[in-house]
């Protein structure tokens, strides 16, 4: 018995020295040792840890700015072939210097031959910017809508695969040839031909992935408790979906400015007396010698690749950031 008691004595006296006794309190048992987890939180880290994804945005960024800020550094006017008797015509093919930042229009380019190609540049941004990023909501708007609903209503089905397959055995350009011969060129016009079946590529892809997702077992218990078609779609299904989503908007800004660099070529784009936008200087920089004035290529250029190549990567870093399988 003696034995054990001095054993217990130690053990008594080894717990009292190991652990110390502090109370409960409500209070401390509710505090959490993380942050809560937020979704925009966490994307937006996601987003902050890439340089080059920063390097892009910074971009971006600076070509907007540039677009507005761009023809106010050299003040030259835009004037088409009616009305240049106000106009202080340059020199044909002037290289870049101080006076003339990306160097004149050439001799080809008309109505813009002898004008200030840094001026030419920038306002063409303006446009093709603005006409981009409407395209670009709009096919998002309708992709998303139609979209949804072709993927939970399976009677939709037969009627969207036949006009899909129709309008995709088909060249687009056909199409934009056709739709504008019977409208007069301007800004929603060509707004409208590239927003009337632009939409079609998302609502496949949405419909596809909605079709993966939408017999999974909470869907299922969701039908099950009454919710309505609207609340299975905008609360189950897109919320999924949110990745894909950011992807195309970031990607069909820079879609919508090269298309309407295709329908400049084949003169389906804006009057050149009227407006300007890049894919009018690119594609008459690339009728002229642009191969002896390389400026004339190279001036639009400088502006377009970047923009474009910059809108593509961060689509694909968006696509990353916003999954939540890469978050913690």
Not at 299 to 322: E, H, K, N, R, S
Request: glycine share 6%.
């Amino acid at each position: 018995m003696e034995k054990v008691k001095k054993i217990d004595d130690v053990v008594e006296f080894n717990t009292k020295d190991l652990f110390t006794l502090v109370g409960n309190s409500d209070e401390e048992a509710e505090k959490l040792d993380s942050t809560p987890y937020s979704y925009w939180g966490e994307t937006f880290k996601q987003l902050w840890k890439n340089p080059l994804t920063i390097i892009c945005i910074v971009v971006i960024v600076l070509l907007v700015i540039m677009a507005f800020v761009g023809p106010l550094i050299q003040s030259y006017k835009i004037i088409g072939a009616d009305n240049k008797t106000n106009f202080d015509q340059f020199e044909n093919y002037l290289t870049p210097s101080w006076n003339h930042l990306f160097g004149t229009a050439g001799a080809g380019m008309k109505p813009y031959d002898g004008q200030d190609l840094w001026t030419l540049v920038w306002k063409g941004t303006q446009l093709s910017l603005l006409l981009g990023t409407v395209v670009a909501l709009i096919d998002t708007f309708f992709g998303i809508l139609i979209g949804s609903m072709w993927g939970y209503f399976k009677w939709l089905d037969p009627i969207l695969i036949e006009l899909r397959n129709f309008i995709d055995n088909i060249p687009s350009i056909l199409l934009y040839i056709l739709l504008m011969q019977f409208l007069t060129p301007s800004f929603w016009t060509i707004v409208l031909v590239l927003c009337s079946f632009g939409w079609l590529g998302l609502a496949g892809f949405i419909r596809n992935q909605i079709i993966i997702i939408r017999n999974r077992e909470y869907n299922i218990a969701s039908q099950t408790l009454g919710s309505s078609s609207k609340a299975m779609i905008t609360h189950n299904l897109l919320p999924y979906l949110i990745s894909v989503i950011v992807t195309v908007v970031s990607t069909a800004i820079p879609g919508a400015i090269s298309a309407e660099v295709g329908l400049a070529y084949f003169n389906l784009s804006f009057k050149a007396d009227d407006q300007v936008t890049l894919g009018q200087v690119l594609t008459l920089a690339a009728k002229d010698k642009w191969n002896v004035y390389p400026h004339l290529l190279l001036a639009p250029m400088i502006v377009m690749a970047p923009l474009t190549i910059c809108f593509f990567y961060l689509g694909l870093a968006l696509a990353d950031a916003t999954d939540p399988k890469n978050h913690r």
